[in-house]
């Protein structure tokens, strides 16, 4: 093994996740309802991200103008236009953080992939990486599957 390559991992790793899957956990994976389920949840997921992330950014903003006193009738639109702002720069963030990059490599879960990890563990994943899930979880290969260059 060489320990400086990020897509390798012990064998005893492997060995793990291969008890942990199961050809039962395999099936199930290939079931229709759960992919809708599981884009479902990660559709939702990016949502409550964008509302938390983005709008909320905009919103602490207006919010916070208000308690301290800051925003008033005579300012409400110049206010309104410094959340709009700040929302636009949350919403690059967002987009800095959350959009995968040709640099990123490997799945959402690292060399075992989010199909080897039970339940609770890929609903984790997915809530932490949202649009992740629709970009680069990709369903498991199966073994007797030419690999074409």
């Known amino acids: 093994l060489d320990p400086d390559d ?3 991992f012990p064998p005893h790793i492997a060995l793990l996740v291969i008890l942990q899957d199961g050809e039962k956990e395999s099936r199930r994976l290939n079931n229709v309802l ?3 389920a599981f884009s479902l949840f990660a559709l939702v997921a990016l949502l ?3 509302v938390l992330e983005v709008i ?3 919103g602490a903003i207006w919010g916070g103008a208000e308690c ?3 925003r008033n009738p005579t300012n409400v639109e110049e206010w309104r236009w410094v959340s709009v702002a700040i929302g636009g720069l949350c919403f690059g963030r967002f987009i800095t953080l959350h959009i995968p990059q040709e640099e990123d490599e490997g799945d959402i879960l690292g060399p ?4 080897s990890l039970r339940l609770p563990v890929r609903l984790r994943a997915v809530c932490d990486h949202p ?3 629709f970009v680069r979880a990709l369903p498991p290969s199966k073994p007797n599957a030419k690999k074409v260059d």
């Open 131 to 133: 649009f992740h899930y």
């Open 112 to 115: 075992a992939g989010p199909w």
């Open 56 to 58: 909320g950014g905009a």
């Open 48 to 50: 409550l991200r964008i």
């Open 6 to 8: 990020d897509k390798q």
């Open 68 to 70: 301290f006193g800051l």
């Open 34 to 36: 759960y992919s809708l």
